[in-house]
Every structure is written in C-alpha cells, then in structure tokens.
C-alpha cells in the first residue's frame, strides 16, 4: 500500500457500519478476478446479473469468495469512484455488519463507462510526502492554478511502439493536437497540461487529488473548482476539445480576457 493513500484513508475508513433495512439489498456474488489495476465482481441481485469493479491501489477494493452479501449505496464521503453508482458491500452474517468494500456499480443503470478513482488528500499532509507518493505511484504531481485540462498517455517504451502501429499513431495524433490546442485554451483563460503516466496528483493551493484513469488509457482531464471534474477517453482533435472546453467550462473564462 503506497504511504500517501495509506495517510489518506487511515482517516476516513472504517471497519464497521450501520445497515438501514430499507436500503440494502442482497447480492450473490458469482465471481472474482483481479489483474494489474483492477478487480472486477460478477453477480447477481433478485436473479439478474450484475457486475462491479474497484481499482485495486484503493484500500477499500477486495477481491471476494463466492456468497452472500449486502450492499447499500455509499454516501457522499464514503464514495471513491467519479461518475459511477458507489456502493458498499458487507458480510451477511448476523449480527454487526462487517464491511468488505467499495466498488463502481457497473451495472446500476445510471453509472457512466468513464470511470475514473479521484482521491483527495488531507491538506495536512506534508508536501514533501504529496510529491515522494506520486513519484512511487508512477504518477506526476500537476500544479493547478484555475480551469485546466490535462491530456494523458499511458508511457510506452520504444520497442511497444515499433510492434505496436496503432499505438504508434495514437500518440503522434496526440502530441499533435495537443500542439495546435494549446494556444487557443491559453486565450480562452485554459491552462493546458501534458502528461505521460498510469496515474497523476493535482494539486490546486493545499488541497490535493490523485486521479487514476482506466487502464491503458489516452485520455483528457477536466477541472475547474466550480463544479465536479469531467474526464474523456480517447485521443480527441483540437476541435473537439475546444468544443468540449466551452461546454463544460461555460463562458465566463471568456471574459476575464
């Protein structure tokens, strides 16, 4: 477990919690699987199938035995994954309910195929352990000062993209509209970031976010304190992200120019 998430949750988790009868429903897990990033759980509720995942850097992801549980949606402080259906897992044996997890309901009806884990970090957290943390994590610390997007590339050796064309183009593609891009955010009041990692730590002042994309993703981060950070996969054309920009900035960065 890497020292910065390990100070993080060690503040906020907890083994045990109240169950409220009327919110919970029983869930069968079927199986279980886990590869470098991920865990994903396949089930099933009242009969039907469904599926959840968790990152597994994340201290609330377990990898699960075949059974019973419980599962309540996690509230507000308790969920970890952006733009997905947070719900937490217990053990449904009597008695106190044990708490197994946080996952990214899948299959909820309302959880969105972009998620990303954004974990924010105490401000009193010394500096010094913010930056050795996202150097360990394989990440880069983004210094953030207003609207910002930032454009990630999983990095890729030489020898990955001479076996790999399409990969090859990808990043090209990438770098060249990130080029032509960022002079046209910078007159709209955008700062525009580049970075080439699995994961990367905003900081924005005192507080500090780490933010873990899908696996093997190229992809773009949008952030701004006003509202909830948007993520997007895929490499986009400097068109595109312009479009993007106005529509989930608005347009008062306009006017400050």
């Known amino acids: 477990m890497k020292p910065l998430i390990s100070i993080c949750f060690a503040l906020i988790a907890a083994s ?100 990303v884990y ?39 050796s030489d020898a990955e993209l001479s076996k790999n064309p399409d990969t090859n183009e990808s990043l090209s593609d990438f770098q060249v509209y990130a080029a032509q891009v960022r002079e046209p955010l910078q007159q709209k009041g955008i700062n525009f970031k580049v970075v080439y990692a699995h994961q990367f730590t905003i900081r924005l002042g005192k507080a500090v976010t780490v933010v873990t994309p899908k696996k093997a993703q190229v992809g773009y981060y949008f952030f701004t304190s006003r509202k909830k950070p948007k993520i997007e996969y895929g490499v986009m054309t400097d068109v595109d992200l312009l479009h993007l920009a106005d529509e989930y900035f608005g347009k008062f960065h306009q006017s400050q120019h």
């Open 16 to 115: 045990l919690l109240p169950l409220n009868a009327a919110e919970q429903e029983k869930l069968t897990i079927k199986s279980s699987s886990a590869d470098d990033f991920n865990v994903k759980l396949q089930g099933e509720i009242a009969g039907k199938p469904h599926s959840f995942d968790c990152f597994k850097n994340v201290p609330s992801c377990s990898l699960l035995e075949p059974g019973e549980y419980l599962m309540v949606k996690a509230d507000a402080n308790e969920g970890v994954y952006n733009d997905c259906t947070n719900v937490v897992l217990y053990e449904a044996s009597s008695g106190a309910r044990e708490r197994v997890g946080i996952y990214c309901w899948e299959t909820s009806g309302d959880s969105c195929p972009t998620t």
């Open 118 to 156: 954004v974990e924010t970090i105490p401000s009193t957290v010394p500096d010094k352990i913010v930056e050795a943390a996202a150097a360990a994590n394989g990440g880069q610390l983004v210094e953030v000062r207003g609207p910002t997007i930032i454009a990630f590339f999983p990095p890729v």
